[in-house]
């Protein structure tokens, strides 16, 4: 029989890092072993320091107390930068205890590795709605739009009734 064994992985939920916005981060456990895996601890206390992160949801050590053989657990966690910047995404720390031994293991899950935490007024300059744009177009365009059809509507008007006089 094979002890219990855990595999780990640490992704980040959103697509861009920005500056104060949500930041979602899923943790994700699965028991490989033959055994369940107990007092199971993830430990990402050291990815997110309190003066650059700001935690609003979730807990960044957080605790198991059984993950069956077989079974899966996951664990997310909201956090919100305080700065932009290079980052760089550690792994977590992950400890737990076979059943039936006294041993403690530690394991890792996985490091995203570097990634930017956006400016937000960049983020919204390159990905917010752009309607102020699409507005001061068409106040742009309307005149030469619109003087283009009444010089068209005119002139169609005056040839129709040079057409009716001579018929």
Same mark, same amino acid.
């Given at each position: 029989?094979?002890?219990?064994?855990?595999?780990?992985?640490?992704?980040?939920?959103?697509?861009y890092a920005v500056e104060n916005m949500d930041l979602v981060l899923e943790?994700?456990?699965? /028991?490989?072993?033959? #055994?369940? $895996?107990? #007092?199971?601890?993830?430990?990402?206390?050291?990815?997110?320091?309190?003066?650059?992160?700001?935690?609003?949801? %979730?807990?960044? /050590?957080?605790?198991? &107390?059984?993950? /069956? *053989? %077989?079974?899966?657990?996951?664990?997310?966690?909201?956090?919100? *930068?305080?700065?932009?910047?290079?980052?760089?995404?550690?792994? $977590?720390?992950?400890?737990?205890?076979?059943? %039936?031994?006294?041993?403690?293991?530690? %394991?890792?899950t996985n490091a995203p590795g570097e990634g930017y935490i956006y400016?937000?007024?960049?983020? &919204?300059?390159?990905? $917010? *709605?752009?309607?102020?744009?699409?507005?001061?177009?068409?106040?742009?365009? $309307? *005149?030469?739009?619109?003087?283009?059809?009444?010089?068209?509507?005119?002139?169609?008007? #005056?040839? &129709?009734?040079?057409?009716? #006089?001579? /018929?």
């Amino acid at each position: 029989m094979l002890d219990a064994f855990l595999v780990a992985s640490k992704f980040p939920q959103s697509i861009y890092a920005v500056e104060n916005m949500d930041l979602v981060l899923e943790y994700g456990l699965y /028991n490989t072993g033959d #055994k369940a $895996a107990l #007092k199971v601890t993830v430990d990402d206390r050291h990815s997110f320091p309190t003066q650059s992160f700001e935690i609003i949801k %979730g807990l960044l /050590n957080v605790r198991f &107390e059984r993950i /069956n *053989p %077989g079974a899966n657990a996951t664990h997310s966690v909201v956090v919100r *930068p305080r700065q932009f910047g290079v980052f760089n995404y550690t792994s $977590a720390q992950i400890t737990y205890i076979s059943e %039936g031994s006294t041993d403690i293991r530690v %394991g890792y899950t996985n490091a995203p590795g570097e990634g930017y935490i956006y400016r937000l007024k960049e983020y &919204e300059r390159k990905f $917010a *709605p752009k309607y102020i744009y699409w507005v001061v177009f068409f106040i742009l365009i $309307a *005149p030469t739009t619109l003087g283009s059809f009444l010089a068209f509507t005119k002139s169609k008007t #005056k040839y &129709e009734e040079l057409a009716k #006089k001579r /018929n």
